[in-house]
């Protein structure tokens, strides 16, 4: 197959999404390609923040400016992705008060609204603090669904006319002089080939930048840095709540639906396929979030997972954390004289939208178009449909009634017929691409009950595809990966039971 785009966009985390969005607003034609399903890196594996930009404020104003503004902007455009449950940031005794006092200073002059709480008044607010705070500081963070936000942006883009083409990788690129004329992309599932041809190309792949940078000879100076997180089986919090001191392992909580999400890690790695959760990443972040909130240490955690986060550096520095969290566009034109490819990374989550404002200004400038982004302005498709955490539950307990139907998912109370109009309307290839769009195997079992059930569906509609044995043991070896880090207590006793299920029924 021979396919033509005005402008091919590498990779679908939320960048590339936003870029698509963005350019499908303006009028211009595009195509996105992703080797996996949309979200399948750092993206969809990050603590779900969303940003005030206080992290920043002391060692990043820059990148705390940037995060605060997408933080009123997205309270706007995404309601329904947000939860706005303000953060705190907690002084513990060996934190001191200087770095709170400067904390104070630097969210003054980004911009960042931030009230000084009392000892009493911040245990008031969040009685499982530690009782040994000396103050805190309240500021508007709150939760982020990213695969809500990416999956919505995706949507408005292909209702204005962007295209999407997922699970296919690029083989080679085809240069001329100082273009790229197209690339040679496999179809991973089905193993067809196709040749896509571009005007421009935007290089959104993330920690991948340089492995698709290479394939034309280039390169640009990264970090690659592995954060791993947490996941306990319920919410230990209302808000975010922050170590106030300098950013380092273990320092903060965030609130995510019925659970909480502790993190994080600054480990350098130079693979961004094959990494894990260790043993001492596991006991750190419990010993160090357990000083924010003492309860951590009893309580029962379900998951363990790690993303590489992309950080663009001109030089060297030993220290991650030392790395600019704001993000980077390059000019490949003025930078390696490749005249129609542009790559933009770095950057948070929280950022996506406005990097991808950035990036499309950069094209409209080189195509000579006159479109401004409109991408503040409009809000995402289901904006007008907030469901907050406490309606959500008062759903899930409707369904436990006996009218309501065959439940799937006993953790998350998800529902057989809400999945199989899920299934007739959403274009999904794999068992991820499901997993990705819906609540399934979220809850305390992570899938361990719901999923052989959700095979069982797909074959009843005829739209089980290969070895479906094949496809649960690479589930199982995949949910293992999150599993193993935390097994001890409950959650060992639950997998020994999930192993007799496989092992007895399914004969794996």
């Known amino acids: 197959m021979k396919i033509q785009t005005e402008v091919l966009i590498i990779g679908g985390g939320a960048t590339g999404v936003g870029v698509s969005r963005d350019l499908s607003l303006r009028g211009i034609p595009s195509l996105l390609l992703e080797k996996g399903d949309l979200l399948s890196g750092a993206s969809g594996r990050n603590h779900g923040l969303f940003h005030s930009g206080g992290r920043y404020a002391v060692s990043d104003p820059e990148a705390a400016r940037e995060c605060s503004a997408e933080n009123r902007i997205h309270r706007k455009i995404a309601p329904h992705c947000v939860e706005p449950t303000d953060g705190l940031f907690a002084s ?119 492995q698709f940078l290479s394939l034309a000879g280039l390169r640009i100076g990264m970090a690659l840095s592995k954060g791993s997180l ?114 933009i990374t770095g950057g948070k989550f929280v950022t996506y939208r406005l990097m991808a404002e950035k990036a499309v200004d ?36 409707r369904a436990i009634s006996p009218e309501s139907g065959e439940i799937l998912c006993d953790c998350e109370l998800i529902q057989r017929g809400e999945v199989e109009r899920f299934l007739k309307t959403e274009k999904v290839k794999d068992l991820q691409d499901i997993l990705h769009r819906t609540r399934l195997a979220k809850g305390t079992c992570q899938g361990g009950f719901c999923i052989y059930r959700l095979l069982g569906v797909l074959h009843e509609l005829g739209m089980a595809q290969g070895d479906s044995s094949g496809v649960l043991k690479g589930f199982l070896e995949e949910r293992w990966r999150g599993i193993r880090p935390i097994l001890w207590g409950s959650a060992l006793k639950e997998e020994e039971l999930l192993e007799s299920i496989y092992k007895g029924i399914f004969n794996l």
């Not at 209702?159 to 690339?183: D, M, P, Q, Y």
């Not at 919090?237 to 999400?261: A, L």
């Not at 972040?285 to 955690?301: A, D, F, G, H, V």
């Not at 409209?364 to 907030?386: D, E, F």
Request: charged share 30%; hydrophobic share 40%; proline share 5%.
């Open 362 to 397: 950069l094209l409209c400038q080189k195509m000579g178009i006159a479109a401004s982004c409109s991408t503040h302005l409009k809000p995402l498709p289901g904006a007008g449909t907030v469901q907050r955490l406490p309606e959500r539950l008062k759903k899930m307990a």
């Open 92 to 210: 513990l005794p060996e934190d001191g008060l200087e770095y709170r006092d400067c904390f104070l200073r630097a969210c003054a002059e980004a911009e960042i609204p931030a009230t000084l709480l009392s000892r009493d008044d911040a245990l008031a607010l969040e009685p499982g603090l530690n009782p040994e705070i000396l103050s805190a500081v309240k500021v508007p963070d709150g939760a982020i669904d990213p695969f809500t936000l990416v999956l919505e942006n995706a949507r408005d883009a292909e209702k204005n006319g962007a295209k999407f083409l997922l699970h296919a990788e690029i083989t080679s690129l085809v240069r001329e002089g100082s273009r790229i004329r197209g690339v040679r992309v496999r179809d991973l599932i089905h193993g067809e080939e196709h040749s896509i041809e571009a005007s421009y190309f935007v290089n959104a792949t993330g920690a991948w930048a340089n």
């Open 230 to 343: 947490l996941v306990t089986n319920q919410r230990v919090s209302h808000r975010v709540i922050n170590r106030c001191r300098p950013s380092s392992d273990g320092d903060i909580i965030v609130p995510n639906e019925t659970v909480s999400i502790l993190g994080t890690t600054s480990v350098r790695s130079e693979d961004v396929q094959n990494f894990e959760v260790t043993p001492e990443e596991v006991d750190l972040l419990i010993r160090e979030t357990s000083r924010m909130i003492p309860k951590i240490r009893e309580i029962r955690l379900i998951r363990a997972y790690a993303g590489i986060r992309p950080l663009f550096q001109s030089a060297e520095k030993g220290d991650d954390r030392a790395i600019s969290r704001g993000f980077a566009l390059i000019d490949h034109g003025k930078r390696d004289g490749l005249e129609n490819l542009i790559t």
